[in-house]
């Protein structure tokens, strides 16, 4: 067996996530989660200038309002930074055209197993691919269909979540496809020591959400950013579905007053059904519309009781708020402390200072 | 900054893991995680004779049938094994004495906060004590309290579960605790690399349940074990509560008729309950005897319809029924070649052959 050459643990960082970095352009392959209301042009432009890779969150904007916003983001950076677009937008087509037209790099398709056809065209029009795969099964077909590189999002992430934890699809994923395309790995991750746990396993890189919430340059409202503050993990919770015959999206945010009142609102609508009161199709509407306008209230109205809190379980590590660049910072000398060890052979970690009293 | 000593995969291992193997009195530090019903003699004694270390679930055990199972395992074995018990049992002062007696050399003790006085019992009566700790503050608490070794299992494990996922546990309370006592992490754990990073985290050791569930020395039913090879991680999930005021005990199991109908009876109880037909008690008690009985009828009877079939999310990685030392040598080899992979300085790992076709 051959010993780890003499390199820096920074050295040791960037050999691991090489892959990474060279797809995206970046220094870093750290990501910015693309998140509604949040991820706008301030903060996706401070994650790029400190290095990360931010990543526009188009959420339902039209194509004027996304050429507006990706125009305003490249007036607030020179770095290389992507735009999420969700798959079941009904004006995907003209998205991509507005992308393809600012020469956005990079395109997240998410929401949905994207179509070879949208991928191509993406491609065709110049930019990288990256797209979510939820089983091992779907990576490989989206590898077939051309992606540049994949993103594996566990259960713990904020927002829309799949149920399968980040530990267990990092497991499942990284060993059968880490080697055909660069993957980056979400959900969950809050220190750099798990980003290079992750990079040993084999990702090319990391996607962090939650953790960028309460970074200065967010625009989200100072209520939004005190309960991540105040919150715990287990604050962080999923939203539950009562009835299986009326499905409920699963969306992980804070518990708050607004996620004991759709757990009510699920119960009074379906017993007004069952009452035949309503029918099956104006009942799972009624309780679709409840979350409606929801996250714009939370984090630009600050209305954190009745708002959607949507938040990660990395929530708990989120302490205070702070530059972008010193999250990133952090997060980089926490993984090459990380390293320093295992290279020196301690015999187990020494705790890192937190980056917060 | 020193380079890694040339040692072998297998000595930095052992390196990596020695506080676990110290504390566990084995070669490796891999505990398997009591699990009712299937955590008995045969499985708890084979686990411990391939050098991890078996852990006998105690359960719904009383004095005498614990003594009993304690001394059939030591018949099977001359490695030592540990006794799980429930710090809510009835008879948890007597349980304690039996293992006195028994000279157990380790005791876990799960289900609730043990106190100080059971601790100290314990290890003035010569056992090793080690405790479930799901938060830090209780990780501290736990050790001022005296315990040898804790554990972090996260949500996505089998059976009764916390909230926060394996590696947010881990992110969170390693850089905390893990200098005081060895920590053992669990929950959905079912590779060697993943072994491997929880140890780089600062882990002493690990802990698997649903990975010895098909050992071929597990007395599980056919129907349980074929279930568990044919079940993908998403199908592992959590009971769901469908009302605050009627809590339920969150259990990750396989989704089956069982689960579908636990949903249903919900429904009914609260709708009775509603109605006036019930007082709230005899709803919550109706509620909670639903599951009575379903893991053995599932593990012990086969009744995979609508038995309780407990299993963490690792469940996906689970593809046949192997030897327990088959098992544990394959987590060892996966954790080795991470290892060399790492020291080797390749870009990335290739992916490891599965153990199975």
Redesign the interface.
Known sequence: ?????????RQTLD??W??GCALLGTPTAIMGGAMSWVSERHLVAAISNAGGFGVLACGSMGPDLLAAEIDATQALTDKPFGVNLITLHPELDALMDVCKQARVGHVVLAGGLPSGPAIRRLKDGGARVLCFAP?TALARKLIKSGVDGLIIE???AGGHI???????????I???V??QVPVFVA?????G??I???L???A?GVQLGTHFVCATESIAHANFKAAFIKA???DA?PT?????RFPVIPVRALRNKGT?LF?QTQ?DVIARFQAGEMDQKTAQLEIEHFWAGALRRAVIDGDVENGSLMAG??V??VREEQPTRVIIDTLIAQAEA?L?Q????A??????ADPVP
Do not use: C, F, K
């Open positions: 067996m051959t010993t780890r050459p003499a390199e820096t643990s050999r691991l090489a892959r089983a566990g259960t713990e799949g149920p399968v934890s980040t530990s267990v699809l990092a497991q499942e990284l060993p059968e880490a080697e959900g969950g991750i809050g220190r020591e798990a290079v746990s992750y040993e396993m084999g090319a715990n993990a287990r919770m539950v579905q009562v009835d299986p004991e757990m119960r379980q990395s708990g590590l990380a320093t295992r290279a020196g052979g015999p187990h970690p020494v705790p890192i």
